[in-house]
């Protein structure tokens, strides 16, 4: 028998929210793939109040998105990530950095959760220059404010955003950047 | 007949809430209008639930300030900026920079604005160093624990800010930074 | 007579919401106290809408903290720091900084207050570096989450922390980076 | 008649050593075009010691690149940059902004040109994002270890770097960053 | 037959000069052998003018530090960092990163490697905060200045610097830093 | 009898290689010189090859411009700084910092040095705004390429430079910012 953990190799957790995936997470989980035997893609429940999709639309919509890879999985957590990852027998957290400011704050993370979890290894990888900008906060204020978001995510969630009605979207922080403030 | 946007030249275009107008605000206008032919300062519409100035009382304080400049124009706008700029045949958008952790959200706004609009420039000007630290937040919070807002904002807007009950100012984010936190 | 802000040699201040008060906080504290004739460590009453701790729990236990050491103060304030400093005579404002974007707020601060009060000094110390990732915010949210606290804040406020239930803790910006988001 | 200056409109000046031109420079250079009436691309003389490219060289090189662009001239220069601008009737210089260390260094550059000369104006520019990680240095040292320039320089940079003995380059500062350093 | 680069499962390359190693390169190379099945050291030649030690010397140390490890390998590289990890059948670089400012020109690297060989990935790693502030020129100024280098190299590494003369380094870039410069 | 460093109260070390004394290093010894008894000028000897001035003048210069200041003393010094500072009893070392790329790199000096010397402080302040942009290396750039310090430096400052020919400078960085690089 295997122990839980290591039957499959190694296992690296990309975490987030993903409210929703971005074509920025979608380069990283497959660059994740590359280099871990397995990667799960595991969705933070109740990270926002009053998030655009449920925890289980984005389980749904994730799981599409990455249905012909094998060696990807789709979960949903809660907690502490280093509790959870502990539990799911992960090696490895990966976290995509597109910017230095992304790195300041992962840094006290990355700190926080060695403290919490030694065992625990955070690896950092960047995404193609041309995710440098795409956020979800970012693309869901462009489809507030009537943009497309064509390219921005995955065909998968275009379709999904196109069927909420734009009108139904609630953002408490509304507008900044994209009308130059 | 000349083509929209060309017709007086070069237009640029400088948004934000300006709630208040602050000096550093002046400044990069005042520099945006040596280097356009024509430059309007757009204040944004509902960009915070409790603004201190409605954008109406914003568009004419802004006004008077800048009365004497045939080539500044005042107008409001909402919705996405590029959209916005578009529409009144502006050729690029100002934005004012006073410190690098600017820079770095400019940065993704403006990647993000130009996969929107490729046509439309961001240009990024630094306001004068005694600018440095004035901002509209800041300034805010000085009014509302008491302080002087003199030298931070034109004449004008201080005599407006001095109309309004500072007891009046409601703002949810109080007292970061100038009360040490 | 000994003229106020000078009858103890020179005071400094160290002002902030200390919600929890964490081992960073005792590091600047103490570091303070070699540096100046009198430290005053001042609690920031109301910073937050739902604090963890009442400003006069927290005072209590900074209080207990330092009760060793003669020449540390804790006091309350509200309002304008530099107001508050000026009635308290002292000569300088010290700041703990923990990483480089910390430094750019501060920065703005700095000349914020200068500009308000130029006869008041602030002065900026590094924490040890284990205490890079340890802030109030992060240490509440391991908390909530149920992780252990214990490295992070002294002995005093541990047991403070303990005794509150953790499902009592109500904040707003939940799981921002423990979870991974 | 008309003031120096003023005869073509503003005029704008995007300096450099430009040892080689890279696609980001091009970028940068085709956006102020747009922007300003006339833009000239000013080689700096004597920049480093030991250029890969004498300074007639380049002005060549950039000469070619932007042949089919009426309203961009090609120039030399030494000496003070803000005395040669004005010696040109430039009413800006265009820097292009790729990273946010990049930006710090700039607004020093700016602040201390303001100084020397008040009148002439900085505006920054973002080049493409597939442009972040192209500058002169980086491409000089692919080429001097063996690997290609193409897509980093012009097809006519890429000729003459060709003609040149990769052998034959001498730089001082070797092997920062793409050998792991 | 095993194709090359799998035969001994995943492979990542630590690059550097190691001129000398640090106990923070250490713990870098010991976290990567934890994710991945085989890791290698690889020295750059060459990559100053004058170093501490010759190649041959690092290359020596680093196989004594890592000798109890079947894992890690040690290896010398020089030319293209992506041409040499394509003949090793690396799947991946690993970076150490210390600060925000490491990162920036990290960014750059891996943007450029990326171009160069898009299938090789750059991961980065962040060491225990105790080795923050532990570089290779840091610890060769100390070094130099007659100062102890005790906890910042390993015990090795420690030996074969006390058996050069101190006074016998030659380090054109003098004292910056630890001279208050 | 009164024991080293603490017979005139507070000692507090403003190091640097002052080639030259700038307005901002002015500004932050008068500064330290309000928080601390006393205050030493500390100028490093030899930090450069080619400098401008020799230690001897620049040590001259500066204590021409802080004659008038009973609690401030010029000094010379060379290797490692904490050993300096331990001999002449001081409590704290003080840094100016400009900018956040100032900081990052004094954030890992701080460090270094406290591994070296754990009794040491280093405080951090920061020069009035319109100093920002003011280092020795801008000036001598200025000064080398033909344009005026006058308000750069103080007036002392000034005079020396001018009797120096301009053109008898040598600096191995030439030209890098203000021409434009």
Chains 1, 2, 3, 4, 5, 6 share one sequence.
């Not at 390219?151 to 130059?180: C, D, F, S």
Request: hydrophobic share 45%.
């Amino acid at each position: 028998m295997t122990p839980p953990g290591t039957s499959g190799g190694r296992l690296a957790i990309v975490p987030g929210s993903f409210d929703p995936l971005t074509n920025g997470h979608v380069d990283i989980v497959l660059r994740s793939a590359q280099l871990f035997d397995r990667v799960t893609v595991s969705v933070l429940v109740n990270a926002e109040k009053t998030p655009l999709f449920t925890a289980a639309e984005r389980v749904a919509m994730i799981r599409e998105v990455f249905s012909a890879h094998a060696n990807i999985d789709v979960d949903r957590f809660d907690g502490l990530l280093v509790e959870y990852a502990r539990r799911q027998g992960a090696c490895a957290i990966v976290r995509g950095i597109r910017a230095v400011s992304d790195f300041e704050h992962e840094f006290q993370m990355t700190l926080m959760n060695r403290h919490l979890e030694p065992a625990l290894e955070t690896v950092f990888m960047m995404p193609a220059e041309q995710y440098t900008y795409v956020s979800s906060r970012l693309t869901k204020e462009v489809f507030r404010l009537g943009g497309s978001v064509h390219g921005l995510v995955p065909p998968v969630v275009e379709r999904w955003m196109q069927a909420k009605q734009a009108t139904a979207v609630r953002n408490e922080k509304t507008a900044i950047g994209l009308q130059g403030e």
